[in-house]
């Protein structure tokens, strides 16, 4: 294997540390104007390949996309944690990722490439596994930089254009963070076949011509379906089930929404799953917490910046069989219908619209019963459906495209 073509910061530390000041910042940076090119420009002043590199690079021309035919799914370590148990209905996303995709294309299509924690050589395994294997796409979770690496994916990217050209998919659960968006146009610029697909949202502050799609929100298996609803916590149900709930990290700008229902006398019980419990709750007793409630609550506004996303609880309400009660609409219409959630504006509109519901509970079930039809129907092709459907990567689009 030809040795990797490094690309490497000025300094890694001051890398880190300016890309966790941004993040931590984003509510006021992005309201200033131009500050989304200026951040951009400091990442590439920072991340300047040498000039061998370059002038290889000048010589890569992008291919156009195709069909999936052998796929294969890269598990960062953060899968691989001891909390974090590859089986189904453990809430380890990229089993189901992986699952998933065998369910979709068949297991011969799909191979699995794990990163163990504490691998310092795991760019150098990964590229020799990409080589030896040769898959025609290779996903991978990008926000994740192995082992506190910095800009690591781009290091893999400049070794494998020397010897493969297959198409790498960045995978972002938070596209709304500019440093996710400049490392996945980093690893563009040493490797031209590079995708991103963001589960939140669709990341239009990507550079033109990168191909991306999104919202599609990460997959749940049948497999893991199936275990889930075998298990006798989740299936075994309360025969009148009142709670409305909201399960999710208490960040302070969602700590603010709630005392607003709280004031308005709208009782919301928070994290069920986590009441009493002092080990760190299991997956199935998530899903069964959401499950048990008669409606949960999804807040959609990011914690980091101004600005609403998809969260996975916009397909987990549905799916697990509980009324999906929503904070935003036009992102979460295009997963699930409208007709199967119930969206608020305010404080104030969710306690009529929970009031409404509770005097009417014929109209509350048909809304709830939609939902997870919908929901069941979606818990693969959310995800692989966005990816799939990726602006020219149908061969009928790209005759389209390049006519006249």
Known sequence: MTAPQSVQP????LVHTIGAWTNDHMGWIARIPGAFLVFRFIYKRLYRPPLADLQFRQTLERSVLKPIQRIMIVSPQSCADVHVVWKPGAGNYFFDIWQSARERYGSQHVLLHQVA?????WAERLAADIEAQDPTHVIFYGEEDPNGEVNSWARVGATLARLWAGELIFLMYDSVYWWHIFSAEALAEVYPNVSVHATDQFPRELRK??????????PTSLE???????????ANRPDARQSLTFLGSLYPERIKQLAKFARLGTGVVVNPHRSAKLERPTYEEYAAAIGHSWATINLSRNHGMPRKHVKSRVLEAPLFGTLLVTDERKLTALTIPTDGFVYFRSARDLKSSIRRLREN?????????????????????SFWGAIDGMTGRN????VKNDGP
């Open 117 to 121: 924690p504490g691998d310092t050589d």
């Open 361 to 381: 509970p014929q109209k509350y079930e048909a809304i709830r019963d939609r939902g997870q039809r919908y929901a069941r129907a979606l818990a693969q092709s």
């Open 224 to 234: 893991s379906i199936k275990f889930l609803e075998s298990r006798v916590l989740f």
């Open 209 to 218: 011509g990168l191909p991306r799609s999104g919202p599609g929100l990460l």
């Open 395 to 398: 061969p009928s689009e790209r």
């Open 10 to 13: 000025h300094s890694s530390k």
